[in-house]
């Protein structure tokens, strides 16, 4: 036989006496719901956060440098050809990006926020499921799409001033992995320890997107999957095949590894040859710049004249001359001395 | 050994190939000159094996890496060969190719200032041996046997109807099948110009502005000269000038801007020559003009673009 229990509620408290009869809760300790844009950027700072998108570049700088934004912009474009470290993070681990893009829109004071991702429709319909309060952006999936500059030449309808940063216009640009690792620490409690990459390794097939802790060493990696690298036929690519570097195997994954390519040695030399004045590299150009005049005048020590500043200033070293070169003249390593002229 | 950032290669990557396609090419376009006489084949790779050796003997004597096959000078030989009537004596062209290739092509390397030196090799036969350059023997002789349809319509207006021109003008065993103008070896076929220039533009060896416009500026500066655009493109070297000696990389502009406004001014100029002048084939003056503005244009696109981004705000 069911016996009703009956309960005093007013043993704690006499509900006629509080002013309000149910009492919202008080939060003890800072949550989503209370980001202080003062105290945001050291929490970025106590948790080691640097810009995960290949830049390095200090988050609570750029957050304080933001503030008074109206949009944020989560970068879901990804940095290099090829890789799908972005897209992935954001279809499996949006419960983090979500909550690490609500905590940065707050702390800058930003209404809105855009999810910028290749064009797609699969994955846009994912992720109108996933994100229903942020508005889907697509872009073309054409490499350098996921550069600021152009994230940003789409959301103005123009194109900004050299230099100029995205602050300016009223919009805060965060790569996806960054706003994860915030979400993370938020979530969760766990400072920026692990960082989600590609891994690959093109003349065997093996293609893996995988989440692996900061300061392992890319030997360890292979070991752990069993590849057959071989230092005599293959390099090690740290971040990708445009704008990375090559490295040792001995050297650590950091936060701004985007990818670990393994690539045949073989594929990636390529033999100087003299310029035959093509002009591919200008017709390759995504910002329209004259990159073998900049290296002509960089060669020449002609580093003065505000045209040449403009359009040093403008080239963020995409690499995309480089690549498109077929006498395989090295222009990023030139352009990247004439960033050091300006 | 260098490793750099990029690693992948986008694009024809075919720099190294470029002068063996455009030689291989040079042949299909010459066609009729073998298919007339199978020794000018013969004579064809004599003289780009002349223009190899000629650049063999001058990384001799200024001791630069040596290469034994010189295909961008053999390119030059044989289009100087593809340029001028086929009964050339031997020593004017031997002269004509040192010409070009040891003063013009190879010493100018690394100067954004370069001349196409094809174009500087028939200058000097043009001016040196004006009579052998203008013996064009077609080889079917009739009355119109030495002279080229540019030369005839200079002299007397339309000298023959459009389709008899078309058709019925050569009648042989080869000469039906294909739409062949009399004139030097390269220009004989103009209509295969057209799918060669569209491989080489789809494989990157050439661009594509530089030839267009050169097109366009010159067809309309010759209907508003009142001559006809279609006749005067398809006879005279037009289409073969586009392709292998206008589109020519090196010494054209590299900035888009440059390259279009190149076209124009090699176009309007080669059509006015033309009208005005007794120089039918201007293509080499108007060339070698195009050539000497080509830095100017580069820096002046350079600038503007400059100044275009500091304008933005």
């Known amino acids: ?68 934004s109206h949009t944020l912009v989560i970068n879901g474009i990804e940095c290099e050809p090829g890789i799908s470290i972005d897209k992935s993070v954001l279809l499996n681990d949006s419960l983090w990006v979500a909550a690490g ?62 230099g100029a940063r995205p602050h300016k216009f009223g919009f805060l640009i965060q790569n996806v992995v960054s706003l994860r690792a915030v979400g993370r620490a938020l979530v969760d409690g766990i400072p920026v320890v692990e960082r989600p990459l590609t891994l690959a390794m093109p003349s065997t097939g093996f293609y893996q997107n995988i989440i692996a802790p900061v300061g392992i060493s890319v030997q360890e990696l292979l070991e752990i999957y069993k ?56 017709t390759a150009c995504p910002l329209g710049l004259h990159p073998f005049t900049l290296t002509e005048r960089i060669r020449k020590n ?28 090295p222009l990023v390593q030139s352009l990247e001395k004439g960033k050091a002229c300006l | 050994m260098s490793i750099h950032s990029p690693f992948v290669k986008t694009g024809s990557g075919s720099s190294a190939m470029a002068a063996w396609a455009m030689l291989a090419l040079l042949i299909p376009v010459s066609i009729y000159s073998v298919l007339y006489q199978a020794t000018f084949i013969l004579q064809f790779m004599g003289y780009a094996f002349i223009g190899s050796m000629a650049e063999t003997i001058y990384t001799l004597i ?21 340029s001028v009537p086929p009964t050339m004596p031997f020593l004017p062209m031997l002269f004509s190719i040192l010409i070009a290739v040891l003063l013009v092509k190879l ?33 079917t002789a009739d009355v119109i046997s030495t002279a080229t349809p540019q030369e005839l319509y200079r002299s007397e207006g339309f000298p023959l109807e459009w389709s008899e021109w078309l058709f019925s003008k050569i009648d042989g065993t080869w000469e039906g099948l294909f739409m062949l103008v009399p004139g ?63 589109a020519d990389p090196v010494s054209t502009p590299m900035s888009k801007s440059g390259q279009i406004l190149c076209g124009l001014i090699i176009g309007i100029s080669n059509a006015l020559i033309r009208h005005f002048t007794f120089y039918t084939e201007a293509i080499v003056y108007a060339v070698l003009l195009g050539n000497l503005c080509a830095p100017l244009l580069d820096r002046i696109a350079f600038e503007l673009r400059g100044r275009a981004l500091l304008k933005r705000s």
């Open chain 2, 62 to 82: 200024i001791k630069r890496k040596r290469r034994l096959i010189c295909t961008g000078s053999a390119f030059t030989a044989a289009l100087i060969a593809a």
């Open chain 1, 302 to 329: 002609k580093t003065e004249g505000p045209a040449f500043k403009a359009q040093m200033t403008e080239c963020f070293l995409c690499g995309v001359c480089s690549a498109a070169c077929p006498s395989g003249i």
């Open chain 2, 184 to 246: 030097s070896p390269g220009e004989t076929f103009p209509l295969l110009l057209i799918p060669i220039a569209a491989l080489l533009i789809w494989k990157g060896i050439i661009g594509w502005r530089t030839p267009l416009f050169f097109l366009i500026a010159f067809s309309i500066t010759t209907a508003l000269c009142g001559n006809s655009p279609l006749y005067n493109l398809l006879s005279a070297a037009t289409l073969f000038s586009a392709v292998f000696i206008v």
């Open chain 2, 107 to 139: 010493p100018m390397i690394g100067s954004p200032l370069r001349f196409n030196a094809a174009m500087v090799g028939r200058l000097f036969l043009m001016l040196v041996y004006p009579v052998q350059i203008v013996n064009w023997g077609t080889p």
């Open chain 1, 1 to 68: 036989m069911l016996r009703t229990i009956k309960t005093d509620w007013n043993i704690l408290a006499d509900f006629q006496t509080l002013e309000t009869p149910f009492p919202r809760p008080e939060r003890i300790y800072p949550g989503l719901d209370t980001i202080d844009p003062a105290t945001f950027p050291d929490f970025l700072d106590e948790i080691g956060l640097v810009g995960m998108g290949g830049s390095g570049f200090q988050t609570s700088e750029k957050i304080k440098a933001n503030i008074g």
């Open chain 1, 101 to 162: 893009a609500t905590a940065c829109a707050q702390a800058v004071g930003a209404s809105k926020v855009i999810l910028a991702v290749q064009h797609n429709p699969d994955l846009v319909t994912e992720l109108n499921k996933l994100y229903g309060e942020f508005e889907v952006l697509t872009f073309s999936d054409k490499y350098p799409a996921g550069a600021e500059k152009l994230i940003l030449k789409k959301l103005i309808g123009k194109w900004p001033a050299p």
């Open chain 1, 227 to 282: 590849l057959p690298y071989d230092p005599a036929i293959h390099i090690i690519s740290d971040s990708g095949t445009m704008m990375g570097k090559e490295v040792p195997a001995s050297a650590p994954i950091e936060k701004t590894t985007l990818s670990i390519l393994i690539l045949k040695r073989d594929d990636v030399f390529r033999n100087e040859r003299p310029c035959t004045r093509c002009g591919a590299c200008n």
